[in-house]
């Protein structure tokens, strides 16, 4: 029998280096939020590359950063947690910055032995004049660079079964989804600090239903927060709906009814209660200490 490879692969490095842009772009499909604004990813987002001698498991992590408040603490000891756990790690960094500072000391913990750091410089498009040294070139919206990036991760995988079924693209449940494309709505639609404080929970999925039946509540952190996130007339929760349904029906094949409300959860990135409601674990793993703004 032919030799398979396959693993799991962390794409890391700082806030809006394009971790998410790749993922969607090795994928095929639009798994992870991708927005201008840094720090959109919150949690791990995996997506799966199955090709016919090698599935790639990819891990979307939460930008590495300087916690300032609770929610990013759990952020960032989360990356760290899953960067434990894979087989490659992929350092990106934006080639227009190069070079890429030292990866263990931007991850806030020690080398680990035996696994491999290879530096990815993305947003090549975006480079005049010669390009930096130092990494893998990749334009991940163009698809430039992926066939030799995949070739070099695939060197690094060890010989192993497929762990997940040829035709899977992710892992997490629908649900995840909802709430993701959500805050990519609201990363579009709504300015300076209110996508940061906007979360998003599930109440409600019918998956049997015609069409799929989802309710979400929105959920902010100041009353005066609610307004803005419900426009007049109720106009920008409209849009928010709409982009998050447009999404998900092209995710899953079919029509979706999406029906949105919006409530006050107070201080919710700092409260551990809240946190542990929205689905941020404690990882085990040591992190850089939070502090407040």
């Known amino acids: 029998m032919p030799t398979t490879r396959s693993g799991h692969v962390a794409l890391a490095g ?19 939020i991708v927005s201008p604004k840094a720090q959109t990813t919150r949690l791990p ?7 016919p001698d090698t599935q790639y498991v ?12 609770p929610m990013q603490q759990r952020m960032l000891e989360v990356a760290q947690e899953r960067l434990r756990q894979v087989r490659v790690i992929l350092h990106l960094h934006p080639a227009p910055e190069a070079p890429a500072p030292d990866f263990w000391e931007a991850a806030g913990m020690p080398a680990l032995p035996g696994v491999p750091v290879l530096t990815v410089l993305t947003k090549a498009d975006l480079v005049r004049g010669d390009p930096p040294a130092g990494g893998l070139l990749v334009a991940a919206e163009q698809g430039r660079g992926l066939d030799e990036l995949l070739a070099r991760v695939r060197a690094e995988l060890p010989e192993a079964e497929f762990g997940y079924d040829p035709d899977d693209v992710g892992v997490q449940p629908l649900r995840f989804f909802a709430t993701e494309y959500i805050r990519e709505a609201a990363f579009l639609l709504l300015e300076d600090e209110l996508p940061y404080a906007l979360a998003a929970e599930v109440e409600e999925f019918r998956e049997a239903a015609r069409p799929v039946y989802i309710r979400v509540t929105l959920l902010v952190e100041r009353e005066s927060q609610k307004g803005i996130v419900i426009g007049r007339g109720g106009q920008v929760l409209k849009a928010i709906g709409q982009h998050a349904r447009q999404r998900l029906e092209a995710l899953l094949g079919q029509p979706v009814y999406l029906e949105c409300w919006v409530k006050v959860l107070k201080n919710w990135r700092r409260d551990a209660s809240a946190l542990d409601r929205l689905g941020f674990p404690r990882a085990a793993g040591p992190g850089r200490r939070a502090h407040d703004r």
Request: zero cysteines; glycine letters at 10%.
């Open 14 to 32: 700082a806030p809006n280096a394009g971790k998410s842009t790749l993922l969607n772009a090795l994928t095929g499909t639009h798994l992870a």
């Open 45 to 51: 987002v995996v997506g799966i590359r199955t090709e």
């Open 58 to 69: 990819f891990h979307d992590l939460p930008g590495l950063l300087d916690p300032r408040y």
